[in-house]
């Protein structure tokens, strides 16, 4: 009967410790050396391109584990640099997304604590985890973030295992980003948008991105093709244009499919009442 009753008092005072083991998560960590690889890979496609750059990688608070900053590289890229990596770790996904917010007049992202809305920062994800991310400052603003993807390219061919993970996004989720049209999931070259219109847009051409397009709600007049008015190159593989002339009309409905090639113009001429549709874009390796 006191070696029972030992076992039960026992076994209470083990009930704390098991109770907080099951409250603790696993969690992974990026090594200096992993950085280091990282760094290196992002180096040697800035000097292949010849370019002048800050490169940083930080761990997934944002606090720097590797900078290098390439000979005759503006001071002001160092800055610069951390706060697009760190940008990318806290809130877990590319820092040009932000930017691309305030192209979209969200301006309140302007004001998000922590955040640099400058594109070139891309998050580093294990196992479906961000672990950290690298930052890259100093050349345009795709060269920057191209530099950056070389490095996370990197590091998940290292951590790459037979089967690639698999994205699930709740629906509610996918709901949500379609309220003002949001970016879905991004790869190393290709991503997925939540897009949403209430009014006309401009001209866009995309020099290297195929745009996949599936009408989800609405009815929309797409041009495509013809040639650009008032064309003017916005960023690096991104023209943008006030309407065009020429070119093929359609009217795109629920359910419609449209396959828009790298380098071909199109724009949203009329669009009746809001529309949802998503976008898949697959950049081309040239």
Do not use: C
Request: charged share 25%; proline share 6%; hydrophobic share 40%.
């Amino acid at each position: 009967m006191k070696l029972v009753k030992s076992l039960v008092v026992v076994a209470l005072l083990l009930l704390p410790l098991t109770t907080l083991h099951a409250q603790l998560l696993d969690k992974k960590v990026l090594t200096l050396e992993a950085a280091d690889t990282i760094a290196a890979a992002a180096e040697a496609e800035a000097k292949k391109r010849n370019a002048t750059v800050v490169i940083v990688v930080v761990d997934d608070g944002g606090y720097p584990l590797v900078l290098k900053r390439l000979n005759d590289t503006q001071v002001a890229s160092v800055d610069v640099g951390i706060g697009k990596a760190r940008t990318a770790a806290i809130f877990r996904r590319p820092s040009r997304e932000f930017e691309e917010q305030i192209k979209n007049d969200r301006v309140a992202s302007l004001v998000l604590p922590g955040a640099t809305p400058l594109q070139g920062g891309v998050p580093l994800i294990a196992n479906g985890k961000v672990v950290g991310a690298i930052g890259v400052s100093g050349n345009t603003p795709q060269e920057d973030e191209d530099i950056a993807l070389a490095g996370a390219t990197a590091f998940e061919a290292a951590m790459k295992s037979p089967t690639a993970p698999v994205t699930h996004l709740p629906a509610k989720q996918v709901s949500q980003a379609f309220v003002k049209g949001m970016p879905l999931a991004r790869g190393v070259n290709y991503k997925v948008d939540a897009s949403h219109r209430d009014e006309p847009g401009v001209v866009e051409v995309h020099t290297r991105d195929t745009d996949l397009i599936y009408m989800l709600e609405g009815t929309a007049t797409l041009v495509t093709g013809g040639a650009v008015i008032d064309a003017k190159t916005i960023e690096p593989e991104e023209i943008r244009g006030r309407e065009s002339r020429g070119g093929e009309t359609r009217t795109i409905t629920k359910g419609d499919v449209v396959v828009i090639p790298n380098g071909t113009p199109h724009w949203f001429k009329e669009v009746n009442g809001p529309i949802n549709y998503y976008v898949v874009k697959v950049r081309s390796a040239n």
